[in-house]
């Protein structure tokens, strides 16, 4: 397989054909190979239209997903973010190229681990790691012109709100059945604003705000 005509090939089939349009995302995923990030057993699907297995029963994501969140974020190069759930370190990877600096949470230790490992060899400096519940954000680094979560929130945890900066936003799948919606929530003039991006599925949030069973 030729990964680099797969990539393309995704850009354009993927991503382009369902309305992404920001010419920096685009360019992001492109630069990004989404193969480093998944197990060399699945390398065959690395630009598949869909989630991956990672380990830890948890997945990377599908690659619309990612560049949709990375769009309705609204990035200018001058951001700080953090991402709640660094999984392989593949959105924080596309964020690195859209924002300033990018701090990422993982609950995992494991998962932690190998992404430093990848994104290190990547030679990626301005993403920074830790491992802790995601539910609590970063207070330590806030605040934030954006906070992506991905994963599946039953509601809004007020922590990652307050970590906000103004005009701040959060892009977040809020629900608690499979399937979810992805939703931006703004503080505009003081007041928050919500806007939808349809129905997606991410595997659920741990830690104290996110689900206990």
Known sequence: MDLLQARERMVIEQLESRGISDARVLDAMRAVARDRFIPPEFIDHAYDDGPLPIGSEQTISQPYMVAL?????????????????SG???????????????YSVETIPGLHDRARVILAAMGINNIHLRVSDGSDGWPEEAPYDAIIVTAAMPGVARPLLDQLAPGGRLIAPIGEDELQTLVRLSRVNGEWREDYFGECRFVKMTGKLGFQD
């Open 88 to 102: 392989s370190g593949y959105q924080a990877a596309v964020l690195a190229r859209l924002a300033a600096q990018v």
């Open 69 to 85: 969140m990375s769009e309705v974020a609204a990035l200018t190069g001058r951001e700080r973010i953090l991402e709640i759930g």
